[in-house]
């Protein structure tokens, strides 16, 4: 039997249904709406970032729904995107058209192995510098460097102690801000 691949064309005439699509290397993924804790999560971290990015001056911030085309079958909707100032060029009106600098996923209980394993394996195989899992059970953030076609553990945000994580170097994050 042959496997139909879908295409970005096939995505984008997807039904504007409120469902969370993406394309997983042209098979389609679809996921519950996020929940309350998630959602909570989420405006947090963007308002912690949003502002020092906009801050610093340097690269643009994205939250979600927003595509990540990564290639003509793999788009994806990261929670959060960041780019730097070298890939400022790949945000268009269609969404992000390549690898950004940082996709970050706040783990949903449909979203663990999906987030874990097959998200992480194709920011990899799509060369996403950095990548942040956000486990709202564990109270943590993993923040994961590419070193060749590997995701390497770089810092993680646990506990009660304020402490940066890359690529925001001068950033302290405070557990408390996000976990409110």
Not at 139 to 149: D, M, N, P, T
Not at 161 to 167: F, G, V, Y
Request: charged fraction near 20%; hydrophobic fraction near 40%; aromatic fraction near 10%.
């Amino acid at each position: 039997m042959t496997k139909h691949l879908l295409t970005y064309e096939d995505y984008a005439a997807l039904p504007d249904d409120g469902k969370r699509y993406e394309l997983h290397e042209g098979e389609l993924s679809v996921t519950p709406a996020p929940g309350m804790r998630h959602q909570d999560i989420l405006l947090n971290l963007t308002l912690i970032l949003g502002p020092y990015i906009r801050a610093s001056g340097h690269g643009k911030f994205f939250l979600s729904p927003f595509d990540c085309i990564m290639s003509n079958v793999t788009v994806v909707e990261p929670d959060l995107l960041y780019l730097d100032d070298s890939r400022l060029r790949l945000a268009g009106e269609r969404g992000i058209e390549g690898a950004p600098t940082l996709a970050v996923e706040i783990i949903s209980p449909s979203s663990r192995a999906i987030d874990r394993r097959r998200k992480m394996a194709l920011y990899s195989a799509h060369d996403v510098t950095w990548y942040w899992i956000v486990d709202p059970v564990a109270q943590s953030i993993e923040a994961y460097h590419l070193s060749g076609s590997e995701y390497h553990l770089a810092a993680t945000l646990e506990g009660a102690e304020a402490r940066t994580l890359p690529p925001f170097f001068d950033l302290a994050l405070n557990p408390s801000d996000v976990w409110q």
